[in-house]
Structure formats: structure tokens, C-alpha cells
């Protein structure tokens, strides 16, 4: 089965409010794995309409293509669903921020669409917090990939875990 690693929303403006190493180390092993394997890699990049807003991608995105998106969802570009087409791509794993909208509604729209779709839980991030929702004890993150694993309609592996599946 082809995969595609897309990575959503890696940019200046939303690491600078969030200090998740492991998300951001899971992200590169994913990254260096897919460049092992000569796989596809793929930026979604939000755009913001604020002049105060540094939109770049915080990585070296060399020759990978970027999108670009005005909401949560990676496929209102129609032209990431036609790439993604063209290259005849058959899985899709997220990875990215915020998990409980970009991350969250992409996969929901790419299994829709006929993706194998897996999101990597720990490769996934929010700037949000328990303070954020005003839900004492919650962990975005988790209640998200708890609710998306539960669904059966999109898969949630943890980082080690698609390893172990890809190589056993």
C-alpha cells in the first residue's frame, strides 16, 4: 500500500506556544523514515490573514510540496486530493497541530475520501489545554485519538506501535 506522511500546520506561529518535544522528535523520525523509504512527504500550511503572524514551516522542507489551507480541514485545497490522486496514494498518516481541529478534521475528510487513514497519536499536538476548553484534567490529545480509534473509522497508532505494524 502507498503511504504519504502529511504534516499539518508545523509552523512558526503555533510552535512558539507549545513545548512538546516528543511530538516534534516523533515527527522527525517520521520524517527521517519517509526519506529512508523515499516516500511522500506533504506540508499543509494554514494561512493566517494577520500581518503579525510568522507562517512559516519551522523544518527543512526541501523539495516537499506544501498546501495551503484558510481551515481546518487539509482537503478544502483541492489540489492536495489530486496529488495525492496522481501519486496513487493509498494510506495517509497524520501528524501535526492542532490535533483537535487540523489533525481531527483532515483525517475524518481523508478516510471519507477513501484513505487508509492513520494518525500518529504522539506525532500529533494542540496549543490548547484543559484551561482552553474549561475541562479541569483533560488531555486534548488522548480524548481526541480515544475518540477516533473508537470511531473504527480512522486508525490511531502510537509512534512505536505503526513501527512495530510496518516491520512485523
Given at each position: 500500500m502507498k503511504e504519504a506522511?502529511?504534516?499539518?500546520?508545523?509552523?512558526?506561529?503555533?510552535?512558539d506556544y507549545i513545548n512538546q518535544k516528543e511530538v516534534l522528535n516523533n515527527?522527525?523520525?517520521?520524517?527521517n523514515l519517509f526519506e529512508q523509504e523515499e516516500k511522500e512527504i506533504i506540508f499543509v500550511k494554514n494561512i493566517v490573514e494577520n500581518d503579525d503572524v510568522n507562517e512559516e514551516i519551522q523544518m527543512d522542507?526541501?523539495?516537499y510540496p506544501v498546501f495551503e489551507k484558510k481551515n481546518p480541514n487539509a482537503f478544502?485545497?483541492?489540489?492536495?486530493?489530486?496529488?495525492?490522486?496522481?501519486?496513487?496514494?493509498?494510506?495517509?498518516?497524520?501528524t501535526g497541530f492542532?490535533?483537535?481541529?487540523c489533525c481531527l478534521f483532515t483525517s475524518i475528510v481523508a478516510s471519507h475520501l477513501g484513505f487508509h487513514t492513520t494518525m500518529i497519536e504522539d506525532a500529533c499536538g494542540t496549543t490548547?489545554?484543559?484551561?482552553?476548553?474549561?475541562?479541569?484534567?483533560?488531555?486534548?490529545?488522548?480524548?481526541?485519538g480515544t475518540i477516533l480509534n473508537w470511531s473504527d473509522y480512522v486508525e490511531v497508532l502510537y509512534y512505536d506501535e505503526y513501527i512495530e505494524q510496518k516491520y512485523s
Open positions: 506522511l502529511l504534516i499539518i500546520d508545523y509552523q512558526n506561529y503555533i510552535l515527527i522527525q523520525k517520521l520524517v522542507i526541501k523539495e478544502s485545497n483541492n489540489n492536495l486530493y489530486k496529488y495525492l490522486q496522481q501519486r496513487g496514494i493509498e494510506r495517509l498518516l497524520i492542532n490535533i483537535e481541529y490548547g489545554d484543559e484551561n482552553s476548553y474549561e475541562m479541569p484534567g483533560l488531555d486534548i490529545v488522548d480524548f481526541v
